[in-house]
């Protein structure tokens, strides 16, 4: 049984936790709108709860929210294929959140929603406490996202496509800012470079600088470190850690390296057909699947190959 | 600058930064114009030197069609050529995920249709007064009337082949250079509404773009300004720009439910 216990709050209610209080492993939000979930959760356990106890704990309503995502019954369909089937997660401030899954599994697809490029079909997203479908621009203001999949413009050069990006997010003081991130990002040598003239590792870093121009409160990043070499991969990982320790920022980060999620994400939601199968911290997780890393939990998951101690089954990895 | 003003500016920033430092796009804006006015000089040159004096009005308006056309064609290439470069640098999904509006990045794409239109457009407009002695700016103040109507003709086409491209993706690219073309024997250009057939003249004065060619036959024939011709193009340009805008509304939103926009370029 999932327990919850958030931090931080100033008054909380707590009440017996039942198996039809959770829908796909979530509390039952749309259901029952006064659990609500608020603070930092503690790294032992997945965003907005921890395993210590039998209890649900639910603040007033009218509590304040730290999460920075606030995810509800989110589901995307395309005609007969469902992409994102009812998921919920939270995402609280300065913690970083690892979404993984397998091609298809539906990470993309809850991205794009995040980012307001995709409507959902039903639920509700809030960012940073913004109700994505009807005041989206408030949030993406406060936001930003990096993949390697999407490009600045080539002829472009870093400067110019970060001066560009400067105005789209009302940048103060544009130029200053660029120089402090071409200084931290080491990218003093290329800001004068056409983008597209750019190794594809060079290119992830000014992606990243330009992910970080408006220094977003929450960043969603997809496979930020991949083409990087290990040496430079280190500096982002290393980079992103310190400006989340920093700034308090949220991360939501995608990504295919396992290594670098066990390095940087207090929480793991994993993904499977649309569906968040098991989710949890990635030393839980590893407990759980009885496993050295999260490569293998991966695989266990993908391929239906074990079963989670928690619950017995692997298809039905969280309490249902 | 306000927030919109200045995102705004940011994505013509990025359009002008393009140009900036590349050549060939900047030869290319007034490539067109310029070989089109040519063209027909040569052909009024020679048109004037057969039928005498004569023709001469006939070919005023023959030359004043040309570069008056243009100002449309540019108009509209410009937007929607601006937002394909988007396109092809695979760039919408960042553009799509920053504050700016929808309305602020049309606002952007007619801000720069109106830059690559005048500098595509200035070059033809000098070489037909200096080479074939013909002065645009002697139709008078009323000429600024005719371009308004005209370079908003070519924004609102161009809304509406930006949606098509939301819609079908890279598919619909191909519309941003023909189909205006398609429009221009419905414009009357160089010759009077009165000629096409009855059937499809309906179609013509549907058209802001022959009110305005028949306005500007009238002053360089008659001497006359026709103010209803005006009216006509103005209100008229108003419903299609109006409907323009719905429809991009329109597939901006179902691009957003379908997800297309994360794959428009593909």
Redesign the interface.
Known sequence: MVIVTPIRIKSVVTIRANPEDFVNGQPRFAQSPRIIHAGRQRSSGPPGFSSIGNRLTVPPMNAPSTNVIEVQGLTKRYGDVLAVDDISFFAPAGETIGLLGGNGAGKTTTIAMLLGLLLPTAGSIRVLGHDMRRDRFAALARMNFSSPYVSLPARLTVRENLRVYGHLYNVRHIDQRIARLAEELDLGELLDRPAGQLSAGQKTRVALAKSLINRPELLLLDEPTASLDPDVGDLVRTWLERYRAETGCAILLASHNMAEVERLCSHVLMMKRGRIVDRGSPQDLLDRYGRDDLEEVFLDIARDRRTSRDTGTARQTVPA | MT?SA??I???M??HL??YR??WPRLLELAYWPVLGMCIWGFTASFLTGRLGAGAAVAVSALLGGVLLWEVCLRSQMGMAISFL?ELW???L?????????PWELVAALIGMSFIRMMLGVTPAITLAWVFYAFNLFALGPVLVLFFMNLMIMGWWVALGVVSLILRHGAGAEPLAWSVLFGLAPFSAVFYPVSVLPASVRPIALALPSAHVFEGMRGILLDGVIQWHHLVWAFGLNAIWLGLATMLFAWQF?QA????A??SIGE
């Open positions: 927030g200045r995102r500016w940011g994505m920033y990025r930064a393009l430092r590349s470069e640098s695979r760039n999904g960042h553009v799509f995920v920053s504050p700016l509006r939103h957003r439910v379908r997800g926009l994360l």
